[in-house]
Each structure stands twice: as C-alpha cells, then as structure tokens.
T-cell receptor, first 116, second 114 residues
Framework: GENVGLHLPTLSVQEGDNSIINCAYSNSASDYFIWYKQESGKGPQFIIDIRSNMDKRQGQRVTVLLNKTVKHLSLQIAATQPGDSAVYFCAENSGSGGTSYGKLTFGQGTILTVHP | KAGVTQTPRYLIKTRGQQVTLSCSPISGHRSVSWYQQTPGQGLQFLFEYFSETQRNKGNFPGRFSGRQFSNSRSEMNVSTLELGDSALYLC?????????????FGPGTRLLVL
C-alpha cells in the first residue's frame, strides 16, 4: 500500500548549520514528490518538488535528492536559520490513473528546531 | 495572486451537529483537494473536486462529503459530528489536479467537537 514515512521525527540544529531531513516511501509507482513546511497555525507551504526522472533539484538554500533505487527522498537546507523552524513533510503522488487525482500522500513530518 | 482562503478559521461544535467548511482556490485553479490533519493520523486525503465533479476520494466515512461550484469554490460537510472529527481541515488547490502538479494549501479550518 501507499506509505510515506520519515526516519527522524525531530531534528535540532544550530543556526548556520546545514540540515538534512529524510523521507522513505514505499510506492514504487510514485513519480512526483513535494516537500512542504508547516509553521504553527498555518497550512503547509510549498518548498520544492521533484519528478521521478530527476535525482536532484535545487532551490534557494534548499536541495531535494531522490534515490529511486532505495525509495528515499531528502531535503537539504543550507545555512539553516531560526525562521526555518517548522514541521517538514514529504508528500508523493503516484501520478497515474484516476486514484492519483488531487491526492498527495504525506509522511508523518519532522520537527526542525533551529537554535540561535 | 491571492492564495487559497478558507472560512471559517475556527469552529466549535457539539457531537451530532453538522458543519460546512468553505474553500476558495487560487484564481485559475480548477482542482480542489481536502485533507484532514490530526496529531495521531497526520495529513490524510479526503477528496478532490474538479469541474464540479468528485474525481477521487480517500478512506473516510460517508459523513464526510463535499461539493464544488462552477467558480471552483468548494465546500465540505461533515454530518453527525463525532469527537474524533476534531482536526485541522485543509484545502489545497492546483491548476488541473493531475498527479505531477503542485498543490497550494490554505490556512485551514480548525474544528473542535465537544
């Protein structure tokens, strides 16, 4: 069945460090992945996405890596700042067939805390 | 562009009542998805609407329903509320709701059932 899970529920780093948040998925049919950031009292905010025909994608201070062989996804945040403190979710969509319409399957989330 | 908006932001209901939540997608987006977020179950997909039609549905009881209007605005309804329905209800919009498409979320409606 579909399952997207995170290895670490919490991550604590110092300001300026690089952060790595990991995610494992089990649906080999998944071909689209997204990382979201959710701050307290807010909805999930899009960070970056990647399609299965890629293994790396970079944004501003963030990089997503996809390893389809081991079904693993990671989000790297460079020079982490206190404003990066939030819960981070990975999500996937199988991208095929009617059951994929508008449906993202989310991981459990990782709480990132950045200490000044 | 304005983001996804949801109303109301907070609701308190009692068991057995029903509730209707509203979502206005980003202008031009035709797909609206709804999710329930709880501490125990995380974010779970409820259903998706496109062109006033429900195209996909998650594993929730029939008490959870929704609809979409011709302007793409969507509502979801929960009838006969149970304590376990207390959650943050999120809607997200995307252009067409195809698999490989970014969904943008609203701030959510926090529902408390007493």
């Amino acid at each position: 069945g579909e399952n997207v899970g995170l290895h670490l529920p919490t991550l604590s780093v110092q300001e300026g460090d690089n952060s790595i948040i990991n995610c494992a998925y089990s649906n080999s049919a998944s071909d689209y992945f997204i990382w979201y950031k959710q701050e307290s009292g807010k909805g999930p905010q899009f960070i970056i996405d990647i399609r299965s025909n890629m293994d790396k994608r970079q944004g501003q201070r963030v990089t997503v890596l996809l390893n389809k062989t081991v079904k693993h996804l990671s989000l790297q945040i460079a020079a982490t700042q206190p404003g990066d403190s939030a819960v981070y979710f990975c999500a996937e969509n199988s991208g095929s067939g009617g059951t994929s319409y508008g449906k993202l399957t989310f991981g459990q989330g990782t709480i990132l805390t950045v200490h000044p | 562009k304005a983001g996804v908006t949801q109303t109301p932001r907070y609701l308190i209901k009692t068991r057995g009542q029903q509730v209707t939540l509203s979502c206005s997608p980003i202008s031009g987006h035709r797909s609206v998805s709804w999710y329930q977020q709880t501490p125990g179950q995380g974010l779970q997909f409820l259903f998706e609407y496109f062109s006033e039609t429900q195209r996909n549905k998650g594993n929730f009881p029939g008490r959870f329903s929704g609809r979409q209007f011709s302007n793409s605005r969507s509502e979801m309804n929960v009838s006969t509320l149970e304590l376990g329905d207390s959650a943050l209800y999120l809607c997200a919009s995307s252009l067409l709701g195809t698999g490989a498409e970014t969904q943008y979320f609203g701030p959510g409606t926090r529902l408390l059932v007493l």
